[in-house]
């Protein structure tokens, strides 16, 4: 059973309001931080329109930033593969990202990922808010510590409780587990197999959400 918590406020205290297009459109736009002045674009969140789970990432890749699509990079390709050796059909579900711009700093002429700052997650928190008002899910994901932060503050953390599904402030189940980009970091160590196979039974208790 979910277990609850009182201690931490998700990072979305207001958000917006609309529907996805409506909230597309205003987010590539938006100026709510100064990550907008260096990505290429917004790359707001993507899939089923009636998605009973959503899952959240950190923040959008290069890749992604040069697409406009979220999950579409080499994580993005791992967690496809996790999903569907899962029994999960990623176009049932809805993916998107904490922070909905590419922030990162240039080595040469590659652009290097930096982690976002907590000002920066919960200026962007009103996105995601917007989205899980307007879908209603039966079931969160946070992929990684950002997500995880946004979505129930500092109360939990991926280390101590990756696998768990506890309840948010909100009222949704949220699954913790980790992001798909740090199994790549780590694919060459010897835990690697084990570890993606711990990853693909998370993602595994999705399916009673989307099927119940």
């Not at 990202?97 to 922030?103: C, E, G, S, T």
């Not at 990684?144 to 309840?167: N, P």
Request: charge should be positive; charged fraction near 30%.
């Amino acid at each position: 059973m979910p277990q609850k918590t009182t201690a931490a406020a998700p990072a979305f205290q207001e958000h917006a309001h609309g529907d996805l297009e409506r909230m597309h459109a205003e987010a590539a736009e938006c100026q709510r931080c100064d990550l907008y002045r260096d990505a290429t674009q917004v790359v707001f969140g993507e899939g089923a329109g009636n998605a009973r789970v959503i899952l959240v990432g950190e923040q959008p890749g290069d890749r992604e930033d040069a697409l406009g699509r979220p999950f579409v990079g080499p994580a993005g390709r791992f967690l496809d593969a996790c999903l569907e050796e899962a029994g999960i059909d990623r176009e049932a579900c809805y993916l998107t990202n904490a922070v909905k711009h590419f922030k990162f700093k240039r080595l040469g002429k590659r652009r290097i990922h930096q982690k976002p700052n907590a000002g920066e997650v919960r200026r962007c928190a009103w996105w995601i808010g917007g989205e899980i008002e307007r879908l209603r899910p039966k079931l969160l994901v946070a992929l990684g510590a950002t997500a995880t932060f946004t979505l129930v503050g500092k109360h939990y953390a991926v280390t101590a409780d990756r696998g768990r599904i506890v309840e948010t402030e909100i009222g949704v189940p949220l699954l913790i587990t980790v992001h798909p980009s740090s199994l790549l970091r780590t694919r060459d160590r010897p835990e690697a197999l084990q570890e993606r196979a711990r990853f693909v039974v998370e993602l595994g208790k999705m399916k009673r959400f989307i099927d119940g």
